[in-house]
């Protein structure tokens, strides 16, 4: 079946350092939404990308849509400890929304 | 955003029993959509929850199984019938936001433990 694979599955940063998860689609997506999820507790919305090529930034987030519109990542700058969690991308296809498996971020102090 | 209440928050229960899972919306919605999350995993979707109409149910997901209500616009149940250890997850509700931030706004999630 249709799927957006993410990766890496797994990440450990030292505190300070940058952070990608990337997203990848083999079929053309209407949309890309993101989100956050702490560690027990709930995926929280983040951001959607729509438009070929899209860069959205947010404080110290960056996300960018492919020109394909198949792919995409979402950048953290100079990480902290409040931004553990598993980031997951979400890509539209049709009336459909589907998940990536999601990235964990660990942070070390 | 919505605000979604879910319940319960979790449960520990015997293998062959059903648990019903609640989820209220602040405001009235089309359709509601009930996820599972294993531990660590990613998010399935089981079914969207039309009101007055029958769920539709994602393959590998069945009415039997997974019985879902939605007897108004803001409110849905989900219950997990004759459990197995394998049913041990998360349960997550959904609704899509239609107006700014758009996404989908989740519940607070039941984790379901099956002894």
């Known amino acids: 079946g249709q799927q957006v694979m993410q990766i890496p599955q797994y990440q450990h940063v030292q505190e300070g350092e940058d952070f990608t998860t990337y997203c990848n689609s083999s079929?053309?997506?209407?949309?890309i939404q993101w989100y956050k999820q702490r560690p027990g507790g709930h995926p929280v919305f983040l951001i959607q990308?729509?438009?070929?090529?899209d860069v959205k930034k947010q404080t110290r987030l960056t996300l960018q849509f492919g020109e394909a519109k198949k792919n995409s990542s979402l950048h953290i700058t100079a990480t902290q400890t409040t931004d553990v969690g598993t980031y997951f991308c979400?890509?539209?296809?049709?009336?459909?929304?589907?998940f990536g498996k999601g990235t964990r971020l660990h942070i070390l102090p | 955003s919505a605000v979604i209440s879910q319940k319960p928050s979790r449960d520990i229960c015997q293998r062959g029993t059903s648990l019903t899972i609640q989820c209220q919306v602040d405001?009235?919605?089309?359709?509601m959509f009930w996820y599972r999350q294993q531990p660590g995993q990613s998010l399935t979707l089981i079914a969207t929850?039309?009101?007055?109409?029958?769920?539709?149910?994602e393959s590998g997901f069945v009415i039997d199984k997974f019985p879902i209500s939605r007897p108004n616009l803001t409110f849905s149940t989900l219950t997990v019938s004759n459990m197995s250890p394998e049913d041990s997850s998360i349960y997550l509700c959904?609704?899509?936001?239609?107006?700014?931030?758009?996404?989908?706004?989740f519940g607070s999630g039941t984790r379901l433990t099956v002894v």
């Open positions: 959904s609704v899509e936001e239609w107006a700014g931030p758009y996404g989908y706004t």
């Open positions: 079929t053309t997506l209407s949309n």
């Open positions: 990308l729509v438009k070929s090529g």
């Open positions: 979400a890509g539209r296809i049709g009336d459909k929304i589907i």
């Open positions: 405001s009235q919605v089309t359709m």
């Open positions: 929850a039309n009101q007055g109409s029958e769920a539709t149910y």
